[in-house]
């Protein structure tokens, strides 16, 4: 992932917006949400190098994948609620953004719990031996 390509139109596209927006509010929300697309399909091609990175460093460790599937699943959680909630209080909706935040909160530690319940028996087995 090019962190300088994203950056640069990031940045290009906050200053044209600001330019624009006196004139044409509509054409500034098409042209940042053109930029936020582009930049989720830049992050979205980086994603493979990290899955298989991430198996690799596992799978050497002798650390079980499903470990890894969950904390991906994990990680997608708290990126879709991060830009859920930080789309809401861009709106100016800071009660629904807190009500984003809880529930992905919530869906994580509902997510966690069969690891903890493994680490439990994994640390009883470990004091029973």
């Known amino acids: 992932m090019d962190i300088v390509k ?3 139109v990031c940045m290009i596209t906050a200053i ?3 330019v624009i927006q006196p004139t044409n ?3 500034a929300a098409v042209l940042s949400v053109s930029a936020v697309i582009f930049c989720a399909f830049i992050a979205i091609d980086g994603i493979s190098g990290v899955f298989s ?3 690799g460093l596992l ?3 002798g650390i079980p994948s499903g470990c890894l599937s969950v904390a991906f699943k994990a990680l997608g959680i708290c990126y879709i609620s991060e830009l859920c909630a930080a789309s809401c209080r861009d ?7 807190s009500a984003v935040d809880m529930s992905g909160r919530v869906a994580i530690s ?3 719990l069969p690891l903890i319940r493994q680490f439990i028996e994994i640390c009883r087995a470990v004091l029973d031996a």
Request: charge should be negative.
């Open 6 to 8: 994203v950056a640069a």
């Open 16 to 18: 044209l917006a600001k």
């Open 25 to 27: 509010r509509d054409l």
């Open 53 to 55: 990175g991430a198996d």
């Open 59 to 61: 799978s050497g460790a």
């Open 91 to 97: 709106c100016g909706e800071t009660a629904l953004a």
């Open 110 to 112: 509902l997510l966690m």
